[in-house]
């Protein structure tokens, strides 16, 4: 889980190191209302600091996020403060609500550790859908396609602060193991260095799409979005939906993001490796 120290930071290093939210966000909500043309209120899981969240509140009459780390909800709260924002684990998902679209971005669902989690979870997700909803989850790396012993490192300047973030993954059995090392320089407060360890958990591809299934949701991957990890989006018949739906009205107008944005993003993605989050 991040601490306070990454929490302050995360956003700004990502999005100096090439990451764009904003079209990612708008991406997943033009495939989601491809789906579900309605679609007007969403909740994201594993939320951060509102990096996603921030942009999807623009799209969606009405956002909520999950987030386990204290400190990353409280970036959260200031970053998004029209949204309803919880604190807790996505394994224990249970808000007595329902939304037209619920999101799990930047490979947050590997912090799960074995299927059985993984099916938990997402048939956890599927309750909280609302008639034609959709459940978009962003995965970490495949088994079959993570790097073994991956170091990577960025230094970037914003302001009149120097960020170096610099990182080593190793892959145990289903498992990649993050260490991760930044550095943070500032002429007021000086230099600071702090660490954190991930540990990920390496699901196949077949594993996701089979947890999905069991979870009673109706499964398909977009390849290629998503730094390269892709995207899997999926619903269920409205005969088995379960929690009571209580999603506002769509505002008119709102734009809805074609699939060339889809092409967009994929023309313009960064490969971030097996080092992300």
């Not at 790097?147 to 009149?160: A, E, I, K, Y």
């Not at 591809?205 to 009673?216: K, L, N, P, V």
């Amino acid at each position: 889980m991040y601490g306070a120290g990454m929490a302050e930071i995360y956003e700004l290093l990502h999005e100096s190191r090439g990451k764009d939210y904003r079209v990612e966000a708008a991406t997943v909500a033009g495939l989601v209302r491809a789906r579900n043309p309605a679609a007007a209120s969403l909740l994201d899981v594993a939320c951060g600091t509102g990096a996603h969240l921030r942009h999807f509140a623009q799209l969606f009459d009405k956002v909520e996020g999950l987030e386990l780390s204290d400190a990353m909800l409280t970036m959260a709260r200031d970053a998004v403060p029209a949204a309803v924002l919880h604190g807790g684990d996505m394994r224990d998902l249970a808000l007595g609500r329902s939304y037209d679209a619920i999101t799990c971005m930047f490979g947050s669902i590997a912090y799960l550790k074995d299927t059985a989690e993984l099916t938990a979870t997402l048939r956890s997700f599927a309750g909280h859908l609302a008639p034609g909803g959709v459940v978009a989850v962003d995965p970490w790396w495949f088994l079959e396609t993570a790097l073994d012993r991956h170091v990577s490192g960025d230094t970037v300047t914003v302001g009149r602060r120097t960020l170096t973030r610099v990182s080593r993954t190793e892959r145990q059995g289903h498992t990649s193991h993050m260490d991760v090392h930044y550095v943070v320089a500032d002429p007021d407060s000086g230099v600071r260095h702090f660490a954190e360890s991930h540990t990920l958990t390496l699901f196949t591809r077949a594993e996701y799409e089979e947890a999905f299934t069991r979870a009673g949701l109706k499964v398909a991957y977009v390849e290629g979005i998503q730094s390269g990890r892709g995207l899997f989006l999926a619903d269920r018949p409205l005969a088995v939906q379960t929690v009571p739906s209580s999603r506002p009205s769509r505002r008119p107008g709102r734009p809805v993001v074609s699939r060339a944005v889809v092409r967009t993003a994929r023309a313009g993605r960064r490969s971030w490796g097996p080092s992300g989050p």
